[in-house]
């Protein structure tokens, strides 16, 4: 890119009004960020050259945390009940999983440290571990893969004052929640109309057969999620055949909270291998079992019942009502 092209380059009218100046490293304030960076190792008479990738990759992670929770703060605050709220709400969700694929693609760097040098490294990370990570954690509460059951047993490693922000994002509607209400407005301004009317005929005895077999509508889901309202589920259903414009948004921004806990859990599952090959048995500089502590989180992270129900209904011999 030219500065001619550039926003921040020279002339045109982004060099005009109070910002007139601004420099590209001023902007994104370059010397705080690249002075971040502070290997404990370089004061010792043997400073380890993986300190910094080190350093790097997890910092790397909190921007990207960071930024997923503003994109998911942007869907939170959107009126559900509006009939755009759909439309507005997509572009971010995809953000979101793009960040998330992003995340588990960059977790694959992990591999290129030198287990000896971390192993060399570790006494100076002291009780410092990941699973103090809070923006990850309020990730998952915003997503709603944690709820105050939970919390106590992932926020074990952190503050008091961190521990009453994960119990307070665990007490606010969580995405999941905020797409159910979504959905439910969407059935209100369906309902009367033929596809709806025959979608709830025809979903009607499934859903009575799943109730009577597998515990419809709580879906044998763990209690960490809510029962989903009849409402949201059937707008979700009614969707599937995406053959108008509306319904494909909606059939998206459900694929896309779906990717976002499939995105999740199989970050859980990446980092616990890459743990392993680091560290075998050793325990986390945290304390806890290392890679067994991971692999069990992973297995803990419970599906919504949105997911659930989008997995239900694309079983072989489940029709969908056209």
Request: net charge neutral; glycine share 6%; proline share 7%.
């Amino acid at each position: 890119m030219t500065a001619e092209a550039c926003p921040l380059g020279r002339g045109g009218a982004a060099q005009a009004g109070p910002h007139a100046g601004l420099r590209y490293a001023g902007y994104l304030r370059l010397d705080q960020v690249l002075g971040a960076q502070a290997p404990l190792s370089a004061d010792t008479a043997q400073p380890i050259h993986d300190e910094h990738f080190f350093i790097v990759l997890h910092q790397a992670h909190e921007l990207w945390f960071r930024q997923w929770l503003v994109e998911a703060g942007a869907v939170l605050q959107a009126d559900a009940q509006a009939p755009g709220f759909f439309a507005e709400a997509l572009p971010k969700l995809h953000r979101m999983v793009e960040i998330q694929a992003l995340l588990n693609q960059q977790l694959g760097l992990l591999a290129t440290l030198d287990p000896l040098q971390f192993l060399a490294m570790r006494p100076l990370l002291g009780s410092a571990s990941g699973s103090q990570s809070l923006q990850f954690v309020l990730m998952e509460a915003t997503l709603g893969t944690l709820d105050e059951t939970r919390a106590p047993q992932v926020c074990t490693m952190m503050t008091p004052a961190e521990n009453a922000q994960v119990l307070a994002t665990c007490r606010q509607p969580t995405l999941h929640d905020q797409l159910a209400r979504g959905l439910a407005a969407e059935w209100q301004r369906q309902q009367a109309t033929p596809a709806a009317k025959a979608c709830q005929a025809q979903w009607a005895q499934a859903l009575t057969e799943r109730e009577a077999a597998q515990g419809w509508p709580a879906l044998a889901l763990p209690a960490a999620f809510a029962r989903l309202p009849r409402a949201a589920a059937l707008a979700a259903l009614l969707a599937r055949p995406r053959s108008q414009p509306r319904e494909r948004l909606v059939d998206d921004a459900l694929d896309r909270l779906c990717q976002l806990e499939q995105q999740l859990h199989r970050w859980r599952l990446l980092h616990a291998e890459q743990v392993r090959e680091l560290l075998d048995e050793l325990p986390g500089t945290g304390g806890s079992s290392g890679h067994r502590y991971l692999s069990a989180n992973a297995a803990a992270q419970p599906h919504s019942a949105l997911r659930t129900l989008r997995q239900w209904a694309a079983r072989p011999g489940i029709q969908v009502p056209a």
